[in-house]
């Protein structure tokens, strides 16, 4: 689930990426915690394992991934129960695509100690890249229900039902998480969009306007603070959220066309509206479904001069050229 944010109007317009902190930390305690492990015979054998194991773990924390696996490899070929080698190899797998043979390792980890949280926040990672989402859910959820505290757990698990479309079970993870966690700027961010695809804008707004105090800036959290408001008939609010967007990006295309949306078809300012709806259109607006909507849009005023405007820069739907006659 990496890149964007949010399901919102045009589906999982952008999610948070899933937090891995907790899966690939390195931790010098989880390493000597595993080390008592080791199944070699032969001494030499061991400390050459233990060599390659540090080694690995240099590697993996310097990002040379291709060489960290090679270390952890030659580690568990000399002792394969050495530190959990295992462990780490894994974590180097996912990073370098290889999500599947991670998944793999994990899942005997898992079997070997079924109530370790830092395994299974790791085989919950690993089942996601692989994309087994239903398996890393279950890795997630058993997870927190050992660690009740534990925001990673609830995080990711949220986000998989959310990619699932179980979009009121994501809501609960995340209602868990931010009663751990109330400044948590992503969860205020999250709940307020998942509040918006429940049709629920009065909770929305709560969520969105804590989450706008920690990111005053954000443009994205203030488009859909605005629409919040628009959704409740609350104009002049969802005004002042496009007005502090465009007092950060004078060129912010979206929000000059919310506003104008709003100008010509509610506040019934048609001249300002225009006028808005031309520096949208300078600044590249060019959703042409958001374009239908507002011609759609039977309070629309100053209607032909919109239409000039969208025609103007190709936003106008067109319609099919008839069929050619026969010869």
Known sequence: MAGGRSLYDGFMRGFRAVRIAAACALAAALSAAFAAGGCATDTREREIALE????????????????????????????????????????????????GEAADILDRLVADD????????????????????????????????????NQDALYNAGLILW???????????????????PGDADVLFNLGSLELALDDPSRAAEYLG????????????LLLLASAWERQRQFSRALEAYDRIIAVDAKSASAWFGRARLLLTVVEDPDRGLEDLRRALEAGF????????????ETLLARADVEKELDARGLLKQEPAPPAEGP
């Open 52 to 99: 390659y194991f540090n080694l690995g773990n240099a590697y993996l924390g310097l990002g040379r991934l291709d060489e960290a696996a090679r270390a952890f490899e030659s580690a568990m070929r000399l002792d394969p129960g050495l530190a959990r080698a295992d462990y780490n190899l894994a974590i180097a797998y996912v990073r370098l695509d290889r999500a």
């Open 114 to 149: 079924p109530n370790n949280v830092t395994i299974l926040l790791a085989s919950g990672w690993a089942l996601h890249e692989a994309g087994r989402d239903e398996e890393a859910l279950a890795r997630y959820d058993a997870a927190a229900a050992l660690a009740p505290e």
């Open 163 to 181: 990619a699932g479309g179980r979009v009121r079970e994501a809501t609960d993870r995340f209602t868990r998480l931010l009663a751990i966690a």
């Open 210 to 221: 804590r989450y706008v105090e920690r990111k005053p800036q954000d443009a994205e959290g």
């Open 286 to 297: 060019s959703d042409k479904a958001a374009a239908a909507a507002l011609l759609a849009n």
